[in-house]
């Protein structure tokens, strides 16, 4: 699919908004020429878009309730036709790439259902963006902190930006242990976990306990180098190991106990790690390798984060298959791996 093609199917999207902030809209939004008791926008869209606005302004996402409590927009091709506001909502869109779990360079690569889930990220995306506009609207309107002038949406955008800056200004004043507390990599790994897989970050239960048997199995090894492969042939990303695909903390034990009890088994965990990696690549892969064990409610994960292959593609050496070398990429929140056709295109579009 090109570019164009996927910002037309973008287009054809229509977004939704929850039912319950419908008294908002009826206050706000001249609906079908209805009047309203404040100032006010045009069409519900336009309501939407400022909301969005303000949900990123506040970066309040909120999830939708069940469809049947929600009420349908128009298509976001037919919003503003003639303005650049839509190319510059696309733009916010994008810059969130983990959130969305897209990557523009995998695009022409994609199936028919992996453009169909981004898009369907992308509209979750609005939506939830919008929701939390909205609700910061509905608290005004209820609160009875609504200003009836011609000023309303500029004051209300103001005011938001106003408790921004403040919110700002007083992390700047507190202690810098405080604020090294803010950045820490404790609290971007505990974020990563809270937004889910993407095609930067993935998931695994263990390295290499199958936990239906609740013994090592080769097969939960070649996963997880398959997910360290996919990332150096895409755009990078981090393998979380100890976390499951539904966001749970487990924690490294259960590879843990299947070493020997008579050593210690966080080294022999590291060692067993560092043994499959040279195995499966080669040891001046390491280089590109980032790995932390930090502990996230009081349990210990691994973190490997990978980095882009800037050099030229990775061949992982499949143990399982004679030593057969195979080529994988990330497309959307998944690993997949391409035939000799897919992956001579690919190596050319992205190394050249």
Not at 66 to 71: A, L, M, P, V
Not at 98 to 126: A, P, R
Not at 256 to 275: A, G, I, T, V
Not at 306 to 327: I, P, T, W, Y
Request: net charge negative.
């Amino acid at each position: 699919m090109t570019s164009q093609d996927f910002k037309a199917a973008i287009l054809a999207k229509s977004p939704h908004f929850a039912n319950s902030n419908q008294k908002v809209f009826d206050a706000l939004a001249n609906k079908l020429q209805r009047s309203g008791q404040f100032s006010q926008f045009g069409a519900l869209y336009e309501l939407f878009i400022y909301s969005f606005f303000i949900g990123i302004h506040i970066n309040s996402k909120i999830e939708l309730p069940e469809r049947k409590h929600t009420s349908e927009f128009a298509k976001i091709g037919a919003w503003k036709r003639e303005s650049p506001i839509i190319n510059f909502i696309l733009f916010i869109v994008f810059s969130r790439s983990e959130e969305i779990g897209f990557d523009w360079n995998q695009l022409e690569h994609m199936s028919e259902k992996e453009i169909e889930d981004v898009l369907k990220n992308i509209v979750t995306f609005l939506e939830e963006y919008a929701h939390g506009g909205l609700n910061y609207l509905k608290n005004k309107y209820d609160s009875d902190d609504l200003d009836n002038s011609q000023y309303l949406f500029i004051d209300v955008l103001d005011d938001v930006i106003e408790k921004l800056e403040s919110i700002e200004e007083t992390k700047e004043e507190e202690h810098e242990e405080e604020i090294t507390e803010e950045v820490s990599p404790i609290r971007i790994i505990t974020a990563l976990i809270k937004v889910g897989e993407t095609t930067n970050v993935e998931f695994k239960s263990t390295l290499r306990v199958n936990l239906h048997t609740n013994k090592p199995d080769k097969a939960m090894e070649h996963s997880c180098m398959k997910t360290i492969a996919a990332f150096f042939n895409s755009s990078g990303g981090s393998l979380i190991i100890g976390v499951d695909d539904k966001k749970q903390v487990l924690g490294l034990d259960n590879d843990f106990n299947s070493f020997n009890e008579n050593k210690d088994r966080f080294d022999e965990f590291q060692k067993h790690l560092d043994n499959l990696i040279e195995s499966y690549f080669n040891n001046g892969i390491f280089s590109l390798l980032d790995i932390s064990y930090p502990v996230i409610e009081d349990k210990t994960i691994c973190v490997i984060k990978v980095r882009h292959s800037a050099k030229g593609q990775v061949l992982l050496c499949n143990k399982m298959d004679n030593n057969k070398e195979e080529f994988y990429i990330r497309r959307s929140a998944s690993t997949k791996s391409l035939s000799a056709t897919e992956m001579i295109s690919y190596i050319r579009s992205q190394w050249g």
